[in-house]
């Protein structure tokens, strides 16, 4: 009889994630972290059970049909089973709602995001509308519109999925996704006094739901970003035709491939102005925000599970004669891939918080200039780190983590996309930059300080490679700086996750203590003066 090897279980989600659990009762008032247990233990079995039944069919993907048998276009999508129980589960346990609830004030973006960590994985990518809707309600209640505020909001924060919208946020075009200046989409005035718009949206995730903020051009604006004006968009008339919408074709994607991502056409699409008919971006600047928070919170997601899966194996597989998890070498490659997660975590959940007190009115200016800086960094960090540890899962499992039905390759082809939607790790260390350029180093060098002053003993990496960093971008400017600036926005990253680790070890957490070891082990420090010269002539 051959061997044959176990597989690796997952156990309840949220029961079996030490990390989440002392970071909650660190971060949240006891009797908050009671009344939401519940709902975070159930979410965890959800989780696993979800692995189980993925692992037991077929999977499947949306489909696209463009005519009926007549020849009428019908332009239909089919959704994947995971994604027709999106609006019921996210109704329930208040995915998009939870972060909007004014009863935890503060603490209101911890609950949410705790929720959205455990579901996203299992859920196949239905975060990503979920993520784009949190976006557009936080946008809307800012931009004032008090018409489009009665109309949607509600709507993206039921807790009743026969209420439920979802809405999408269409900006990348043909000529641009990081560059949105190059926006084509042209808005025109009909004689009615309404706006219509026309114009190809080249990835639109969600199409298939109800609304979606979008820039366009008003006709006979100046060229450039400033006089792009965003666009509210009802997907449907009220007949439920496609309001003057095309889907050209569903993209074929190297993964997230149970979302729907379409190429659309927009010809004759009512709109409505959502504020001026200028400065567009700005008005959608609290929409990029709030996903690049969910794309931290998922990228996190993302390398627990590998982490999980990763740790259950190699107490199952043996190598020569003894399980792989008494490996010295095996052993140490996980505990220091466990260390990079445990930094980044405290990163993202510290984010998460101080977003909850900016949106709670209880934020000094110090910390709202750190949101700014903090939110392209820790998405930009996270999103790397998710594809490396998804690639080091893969290769723990062996020949098996190659193997499409392990469901691990499909780790890895997801999380492909953190570093690149809702913002590019570039484009975000440019943006780290800017906000550098504006407000100083300060507020940041301010809230480690403050961090610190409550720690017993702090690493002396964290002085030294906050001071390298201060020289860098004394010592750097123009071409070099921009050349260098994703060294710089890692290092940022990392110092500050080292410091919440010291932090979360003076708290007692045992585990902050181990990966703190092991992360100043990698290293903070990951500036390197670019030469500029040296560059172009590699790329003559
Ligand atoms: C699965 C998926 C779903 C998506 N869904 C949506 C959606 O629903 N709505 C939507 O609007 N968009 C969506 N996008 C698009 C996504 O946001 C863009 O692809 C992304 O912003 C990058 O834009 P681009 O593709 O035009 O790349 P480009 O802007 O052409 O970038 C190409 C490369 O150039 C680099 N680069 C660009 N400018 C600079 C610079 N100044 N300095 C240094 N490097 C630079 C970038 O980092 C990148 O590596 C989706 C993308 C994917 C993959």
Not at 64 to 76: C, K, M, P, S, Y
Not at 168 to 182: F, I, P, R
Request: proline share 4%; aromatic share 8%.
């Amino acid at each position: 009889m051959n061997f044959i090897q176990a597989g690796p279980e997952l156990a309840n989600q949220y029961t079996d994630d030490r990390c989440l659990r002392a970071y909650l009762v660190r971060a949240l008032p006891a009797a908050m972290r009671a009344a939401i247990e519940p709902d975070l233990e159930s979410l965890g079995a959800h989780a696993a059970q979800a692995w189980r039944g993925a692992r037991s069919r077929p999977r499947s993907e949306p489909a696209l049909t463009q005519w009926d048998a007549w020849g009428e276009r019908i332009d239909r999508i089919e959704i994947t089973p995971t994604w027709r129980e999106g609006a019921a589960l996210t109704a329930r346990y208040g995915f998009v709602a939870a972060g909007h609830d004014t009863r935890f004030a503060e603490f209101a973006r911890i609950d949410q995001f705790a929720r959205v960590y455990l579901y996203h994985v299992a859920s196949e990518f239905y975060t990503c509308p979920l993520a784009m809707s949190d976006g557009a309600a936080t946008a809307l209640k800012a931009s004032g519109n008090r018409a489009l505020i009665d109309r949607a909001v509600p709507h993206l924060l039921a807790r009743d999925p026969s209420l439920l919208w979802l809405s999408g946020q269409w900006m990348t075009e043909t000529a641009g996704g990081s560059d949105v200046g190059s926006t084509e989409t042209i808005a025109r005035r009909g004689s009615d006094g309404r706006w219509r718009l026309s114009g190809r949206k080249w990835f639109t995730s969600a199409v298939v739901g109800e609304m979606a903020l979008t820039l366009a051009r008003p006709e006979g604006a100046s060229h450039g970003t400033d006089a792009l004006a965003l666009f509210y968009v009802e997907t449907r008339a009220r007949d439920g035709r496609w309001n003057g919408i095309r889907i050209d074709r569903l993209k074929d994607k190297l993964g997230t491939r149970e979302l729907p991502t379409a190429e659309i056409h927009l010809d004759g699409t009512l709109a409505e102005p959502v504020g001026e008919l200028s400065h567009g971006v700005r008005l959608i600047a609290p929409v990029l925000n709030v996903t690049r928070t969910w794309n931290t919170i998922c990228a996190l997601a993302t390398m627990r599970r590998c982490l999980a899966l990763a740790t259950d194996y190699a107490r199952r597989r043996h190598a020569f004669g003894r399980p792989l998890i008494e490996q010295p070498l095996h052993a140490a490659t996980l505990a220091s891939l466990h260390a990079e997660f445990a930094a980044a975590f405290e990163f993202g959940f510290f984010v998460v918080a101080l977003l909850g007190r900016v949106e709670a009115g209880i934020a000094s200016e110090d910390e709202r200039a750190l949101l700014r800086l903090l939110t392209p960094l820790a998405k930009l960090w996270t999103g790397k780190l998710a594809v490396e540890i998804a690639s080091e899962a893969c290769e723990a499992f062996g020949g098996a983590g190659y193997i499409e039905n392990t469901g691990i390759p499909q780790l890895l082809r997801d999380a492909q996309v953190y570093p690149i939607w809702e913002g590019t790790t570039n484009v975000l260390a440019l943006d780290a930059l800017r906000v550098l350029a504006k407000g100083g180093i300060d507020p940041y060098r301010r809230a480690i300080e403050d961090v610190l002053r409550e720690t017993r003993a702090h690493p002396q990496a964290i002085d030294a490679a906050l001071a390298a960093a201060a020289r860098w971008l004394h010592d750097h400017d123009g071409a070099a700086r921009e050349a260098g600036a994703r060294g710089l926005a890692l290092t940022l990253a990392r110092i500050f996750a080292a410091t919440l680790l010291a932090r979360a070890r003076d708290d007692g957490d045992e585990d902050a203590d181990a990966a703190l070891v092991l992360f100043l082990d990698h290293g903070l420090d990951r500036l390197a003066g670019k030469n500029v010269a040296h560059t172009s002539a590699l790329l003559r």
